[in-house]
C-alpha cells in the first residue's frame, strides 16, 4: 500500500481558494474513483469534489470552515502501490513522465482529471527551465535548467511521505514556495515568508503554516486586556459569496461614475397578462410572473438603446457593445447574493426566459450553480419588489453598463381613463455606468420598458 495526498484542485474563474463546507467520507472509509468526498464553497458555488482514484481514506487534513489555497492538502488516500501518485511520473527512477494524449483527456471539475480506467491524475506540467529530479525519499529536489532540457521533468520513486516527518523547503530562486493567496495572507500580517518553515508538498508554505507562525508571534508578544463589550458582539468572518460580493460592489461603486434614473409605471395591463399567460396549456409548467415579462421587455428595449448592453474596456481605450444579452438575474440565497446568468437570453421566446429564470433560482437557493453561470453577463436585473421594496438604487454589476431594480407592485389610486381607479403600480430604477451611458440614452431605454408593461401591445410598434 502507499500513501497519495489529494490537494485542492483548480476549480476555474480565477478562483485561488475555497473553504471547505463538509466532508462526505471519513477516516477509514472505502472510496472509489470519482465518488463525491467533500464539498467546498467558492466565492461563487458550491462544488463537490470526486475522488481521483480508489482506495482508503487515511488522513483529513482540513476541519470544516477552514479555507483552503489551492494546492495545499485535503486528503490522504491508502491505495495500492501500483496506483500512479497524482502529479508524478511513472515509478522507476529518472523515469520521464509520460504524455497524455488529448482524445484520452477526460475533464472532471477543471482542465483534465482522472479517467475511470485510469486509476489516476495527469502530470503536472514542468515550469520551462526547471528539471525535477530524484531527492531524498518522499520529496523532489529542484535541479538547475543545465541538467535536462527546458521543461523535461522526472520524479523518483519514493516512499509514502509521512505527516509528521520534518518538512523541507525548497525554493524556486530563492524564494520560498506558496500560492498567491498564501502570500497575501502572510503580507497583511507583515510577516516574511523566508522565516516559515512550509509542511506541504516539498516545503509549500501553507495558510495554516503563516497562521501558526503568526500565533506563535502574538502568544510572545504583551496581550491587551479584551474588549468589554466582546461578550455583546457577534463575529461573522468575511469569506465566500459574502466576501466576493463586498469586493465586486466596493469595485463597482468606486470603479465607474453610477447614476440612477426612475419610473413609476401602472402596469395592469401587464398583470392582467400574466394571469392569462398561466391558464395556457404552453406556459403551464414554467408559469411566467412579473419578472419573466420584465425581462423580456428589457430585451426588446436593448435592440432600440444598444449603448446599455456594453462595457467599459481600460486596456484597450474603448467601449465594447455585445450583439448578444447574456442576462443577469439576482437572486438572494441563503449563502448571500448571486446573479447567475441567462445565455444568449434575446435569443429566447417569453416562455423559455420563464423556464430559465425558474430553473436558475432554484439552482442559486441551493447553492449548485457552477462558477462558470455566475460570470459573463452583459446586463442584470434585480427584483427587490418580493421583499416590498418600492425602489431602491442597484449597483453596477462590475463590468456592465446597467442593471434593472424591479419594485414591488402596490395596488393603489392612480390617474385611469380620466378618473381615479385602483390599479397595480410599479417603480422601476435603472443604475447606469455614466461613461458608456448617456442620460438620454438611460431614460429613452427605460421609458421603452415602461411603456412595454404599461401596454404590452406596443411591442409591436417597437419590433
Do not use: C
Request: hydrophobic share 45%; charged share 20%; aromatic share 4%.
Amino acid at each position: 500500500m502507499a500513501v497519495r495526498e489529494f490537494a485542492l484542485p483548480d476549480l476555474g474563474e480565477g478562483l485561488t481558494e475555497s473553504e471547505l463546507v463538509t466532508w462526505k467520507v471519513a477516516v477509514g472509509d472505502t472510496v472509489h474513483l470519482n465518488q463525491i468526498i467533500a464539498e467546498v464553497e467558492t466565492a461563487k458555488a458550491l462544488v463537490e469534489l470526486p475522488a481521483p482514484y480508489d482506495g482508503t481514506v487515511s488522513r483529513l487534513f482540513v476541519e470544516p470552515g477552514v479555507t483552503v489555497a489551492v494546492g495545499e492538502p485535503l486528503v490522504a488516500f491508502e491505495v495500492d502501490a501500483g496506483e500512479p501518485a497524482m502529479n508524478a511520473a511513472p515509478e522507476g527512477p529518472g523515469s520521464p513522465e509520460a504524455p497524455m494524449d488529448a482524445e484520452k483527456r477526460e475533464p472532471t471539475l477543471v482542465g483534465y482529471g482522472a479517467r475511470a480506467d485510469a486509476g489516476g491524475r495527469p502530470a503536472r506540467r514542468a515550469r520551462p527551465g526547471l528539471a525535477v529530479t530524484a531527492g531524498s525519499p518522499g520529496r523532489a529536489a529542484v535541479a538547475s535548467a543545465g541538467a535536462a532540457p527546458a521543461g523535461a521533468v522526472s520524479v523518483a520513486a519514493s516512499a509514502p511521505v509521512s505527516s509528521t516527518s520534518s518538512p523541507s523547503p525548497v525554493a524556486l530562486a530563492g524564494r520560498p514556495r506558496a500560492t498567491p493567496p498564501v502570500r497575501k495572507f502572510a503580507r497583511e500580517h507583515g510577516i516574511d515568508l523566508a522565516s516559515v518553515v512550509g509542511s506541504g508538498d516539498r516545503g509549500l508554505i501553507t495558510r495554516s503554516d503563516v497562521q501558526s507562525y503568526v500565533e506563535r508571534e502574538e502568544s510572545a508578544a504583551p496581550q491587551a486586556a479584551p474588549a468589554s463589550a466582546g461578550s455583546r458582539e457577534t463575529r461573522i468572518p468575511i469569506r465566500g459569496v459574502r466576501k466576493a460580493t463586498a469586493e465586486a460592489m466596493v469595485r463597482s461603486a468606486f470603479g465607474a461614475p453610477q447614476a440612477t434614473v426612475f419610473l413609476t409605471i401602472d402596469v395592469t395591463p401587464t398583470t392582467e397578462l400574466v394571469g392569462r399567460l398561466r391558464a395556457r396549456p404552453e406556459f403551464a409548467e414554467v408559469r411566467p410572473g412579473l419578472l419573466a415579462v420584465v425581462a423580456k421587455a428589457l430585451l426588446i428595449a436593448v435592440r432600440r438603446t444598444p449603448e446599455v448592453n456594453a462595457r467599459w474596456d481600460d486596456a484597450a481605450n474603448e467601449i465594447v457593445q455585445t450583439e448578444y444579452v447574456h442576462l443577469g438575474i439576482a437572486a438572494a440565497t441563503p449563502r448571500g447574493l448571486m446573479v447567475p446568468v441567462i445565455r444568449d437570453a434575446d435569443a429566447m421566446s417569453l416562455a423559455g426566459i420563464a423556464g430559465a429564470i425558474r430553473s436558475l433560482a432554484e439552482t442559486a437557493r441551493a447553492g449548485r450553480t457552477a462558477p462558470a453561470d455566475l460570470s459573463g453577463g452583459t446586463i442584470t436585473i434585480t427584483n427587490v419588489g418580493v421583499f416590498g421594496v418600492d425602489a431602491g438604487t442597484p449597483i453596477l454589476t462590475p463590468g456592465e453598463a446597467a442593471i434593472l431594480a424591479v419594485g414591488a407592485v402596490r395596488r393603489q389610486p392612480w390617474e385611469h381613463e380620466g378618473g381615479i381607479a385602483l390599479r397595480d403600480v410599479l417603480t422601476l430604477a435603472l443604475s447606469f455606468d455614466h461613461r458608456i451611458v448617456d442620460g438620454e440614452q438611460a431614460s429613452r431605454f427605460l421609458a421603452d420598458i415602461g411603456r412595454i408593461l404599461a401596454d404590452p401591445a406596443s411591442t409591436l410598434a417597437m419590433l
